[in-house]
Structure formats: structure tokens, C-alpha cells
């Protein structure tokens, strides 16, 4: 069936390095892509999220890059901070259909 | 915040008890979800309305039943849960379904069945 997944569960960066987390997806349907945040303890916060029109989209110290040939997504963070430790999850929806979720990679931020 | 506010944050219940989780958003927003997030799991869609009427029942067992009486409340009722069913359970919600917006999320209710 299709899914969505992480390349890597876990991902640990320096303080004020940047940090890259993967998502790959499968269903070459869907259109439109959203990444989001959560912190222990809380529910998930949306950070960036992209149509299948685009290739990039840059937020506030995040980017978010779409390769539909390979279907992969990514999610950039520049200069990460102590605060941006958290799990972050992708997520796909098809036209139509139902957001369907990753299972997440922890982001860990070394001071 | 995000304009979605579950209630209680944490429920401890027996096997043989019946409670109800509340969800509540004034965003404006047309369709409601109820998520249910294991350890190591993606999370699960549960259930959703679609301007109060419910549009999915992802095959959720009849212990758990949903409740909608507005666009803006969603309820999870809960009875003679198992063990297995402790998880954090969340609420989402978004202009509609099937539209390509992004669900805003509550903060969850961690319940656990003892």
C-alpha cells in the first residue's frame, strides 16, 4: 500500500549547525505536503508545507523541499537552536483524500 | 495555542469505566478529526466530520463513539476500554475535508487504561 516514511528515526545536530530531516513518500498522487512539529508533551504544530506545484518554499529559518521525481521531501532548519529539538513528521494527502502521516524522526539538538 | 484545546490532558481509567474526551476549536473550521497516537506508530486517523456528519469511521472499535453536535465541539466517548487502547489521543481540525489546508492540532489527551 502507500505510505509515508522517514529515512532516519533519530537525528542529532550541533547547536547552531543546520539540520536536514528526509521523508519519502509514495503515492504519486498526492499534491500537496506538510511537516510538522511536536514537542513532549504537546500535539503536533504545523511548521511549512508545500503543493506538488512547487519545488521550494522557504519559511522563517525553514525550507522545504519537494523532489517529485524520486518522491522525496525534506525539511531544512537553519542555525537550530535548543528549542527546535522535538519529533517532526511529514505528512502526504492525495487529492481528495485523507492526510496520511510518517512516523516521525527526534530531532536532538547537542549544545 | 492553536485555537484547539482538548480536555482532560491526562484520564486514567479502568477496564470498566465510561468517560468522554471534549475537543473545542473556534477557528471557524468545518471538519474535525480524532487521531490516536501509539509510541513508534504513525499517527491514526480515527474518525471525522465533515460539517457535522461523520464521513470516516476508520474500522475504530464500537468502544470508542464519537460525537459531533457542532462544527465547533467533538467528543470521544469511551467504554470498557482495553489495556491496549492507552495512547495519546488528538483532536485536529481544518476548513474541510479533503481540502488541502493544514489541521491544526490540540494538545492531546494521554490517556491511560489500567
Known amino acids: 500500500g502507500e505510505s509515508v516514511g522517514l529515512h532516519l528515526p533519530t537525528l542529532s545536530v550541533q547547536e547552531g549547525d543546520n539540520s536536514i530531516i528526509n521523508c519519502a513518500y509514495s503515492?504519486?498522487?498526492?499534491?500537496?505536503f506538510i511537516w510538522y512539529k511536536q514537542e513532549s508533551g504537546k500535539g503536533p504544530q504545523f511548521i511549512i508545507d508545500?503543493?506538488?506545484?512547487?519545488d521550494k518554499r522557504q519559511g522563517q529559518r525553514v525550507t522545504v523541499l519537494l523532489n517529485k521525481t524520486v518522491k522525496h521531501l525534506s525539511l531544512q532548519i537553519a542555525a537550530t537552536q535548543p528549542g527546535d529539538s522535538a519529533v517532526y513528521f511529514c505528512?502526504?494527502?492525495?487529492?481528495?483524500?485523507?492526510?496520511?502521516f510518517g512516523t516521525g524522526t527526534r530531532l536532538t539538538i547537542i549544545p | 495555542e492553536t485555537g484547539v484545546t482538548q480536555t482532560p490532558r491526562h484520564l486514567v481509567m479502568g477496564m470498566t469505566n465510561k468517560k468522554s474526551l471534549k475537543c473545542e476549536q473556534h477557528?471557524?473550521?468545518?471538519?474535525m478529526y480524532w487521531y490516536k497516537q501509539s509510541a513508534k506508530k504513525p499517527l491514526e486517523l480515527m474518525f471525522v466530520?465533515?460539517?457535522?456528519?461523520?464521513?470516516e469511521n476508520n474500522s475504530v472499535p464500537s468502544r470508542f463513539s464519537p460525537e459531533c453536535p457542532n462544527s465547533s465541539h467533538l467528543f470521544l466517548h469511551l467504554h470498557t476500554l482495553q489495556p491496549e487502547d492507552s495512547a495519546l489521543y488528538l483532536c485536529?481540525?481544518?476548513?474541510?475535508?479533503?481540502?488541502?489546508?493544514?489541521?491544526?492540532f490540540g494538545q492531546g489527551t494521554r490517556l491511560t487504561v489500567v
Open positions: 466530520y465533515n460539517f457535522k456528519e461523520q464521513t
Open positions: 477557528l471557524g473550521h468545518n471538519a
Open positions: 508545500i503543493r506538488s506545484n512547487m
Open positions: 503515492n504519486s498522487a498526492s499534491d500537496y
Open positions: 485536529a481540525s481544518n476548513r474541510g475535508e479533503g481540502l488541502s489546508t493544514e489541521a491544526f
Open positions: 505528512a502526504e494527502r492525495p487529492l481528495g483524500e485523507k492526510l496520511t
